[in-house]
């Protein structure tokens, strides 16, 4: 492991580059690990890889006590430069394991990369795909390393009043129903003891859709589950909530929307106008994805070959 010192906060915020970009640039060049915690960033990785990581670093951060930024020319060269191989079995950060979770389809290694490398990831595709799954270990990896302080997870819920009105309790009560898929992936990740803890210290949030409106989240990995049953508004609002070294994962399978007729889901909606923007990935899986039980791949394999005037 390689350990670079930092002078202060404002040096850290020049080097880092715009929502950790250079950071980023420098992972995905080397497939390296890069920490940043005590005014220190840490390298690790193969002994190669650390040694290219941190000469790339070092005139990085010559640039920034020179100029106060990054040079566009240091820059230039590391979008430029080669990447080296990553190296498989190298401790347990290796390119197809989280935490311990390892990606079982090419569909699934391609997801991870992407939620590695970028700002904003849609996952989109059928149930037992892991877009949920994934996302949450994601978030909680970055969480343990000091990457993000905090982890936001969403669902839309339909409001209080006559959909919900026949369930006891108050609004929390109410929406909770709606949220317990997340809550069980957290489970299975870190467990129900250190989840409660993390609640308890809000450094887990796990709230309705409708909630996140009005707030601006920094350094924060936020997810929005069951994407296909937002609204167009619902999406932009969310999508805009995304503030100073935030990430933000989108999960849905169109498939399924449940909204009203009329109504145009805002998933589907982002896909089409977002395709293309610079910083967002969208990450298609398929039936070939699943990784339940081997029943709903069946089913979902049944129902995509289903014709339209069957549908009767």
Known sequence: MVAIELKSLDEARALFGPRDRHLRLVRERFHVQIVARDGQIKVQGSEEQEKAAA??????LASVRADGRVSPETLDELQASPKLSPKRGQGKDDEESIEGIKARTPGQKRYIDALKYHDMVFAIGPAGTGKTFLGVAMAVRALKRGIVSRIILSRPAVEAGEKLGFLPGDIQAKVNPYLRPLYDALNDI???ETVKKYIEREVIEIVPLAYMRGRTLNRSFIILDEAQNTTKAQMKMFLTRMGEGSRIVVTGDVTQVDLPPKQK???IHAQRIL??????SFQHLTSKDIVRHPLVWKIVHAYEGQPQSQDE
């Open 55 to 60: 000469q790339v670093l070092g005139a990085m």
């Open 190 to 192: 870190l467990g129900f």
């Open 265 to 267: 889901s805002g998933l």
């Open 275 to 280: 395709q293309g923007v610079e910083g967002i």
